[in-house]
């Protein structure tokens, strides 16, 4: 945010943890005390835990990946549509990882 703002941008960073409701739903509030509306969200956060094999992982591993790649999306989709309808529309763009193309 310091590089952009050294260079005539404007920018916010917001610390937030994605599989943590309040976290997400304050993210949203600052973001809109900020700047009033949101025009578009890329949502990219995602955890990789590559010690085991899906089928030797612990459910502890298991419960961190759904929680920060599926859980996460589908958390700051939660606030991020009401939003976006209010307004009258907008875009949401959600990435996957690529390491969901290849099995162990």
Known sequence: V???HAV???GLFIACDVTRDAE???LHERLIA???RLDYAYN????EIEQN???EG???EFDAIMGVNVKGVWLCMKYQLPLLLAQGGGVIVNTASVAGLGAA
């Open 8 to 10: 005539g941008g404007d």
């Open 44 to 47: 990219n956060a995602g955890i």
């Open 24 to 26: 997400v739903r304050q």
């Open 34 to 36: 900020a700047y009033g």
């Open 53 to 55: 094999r899906l089928a």
């Open 58 to 60: 612990s459910e502890a």
């Open 2 to 4: 310091a590089l952009i």
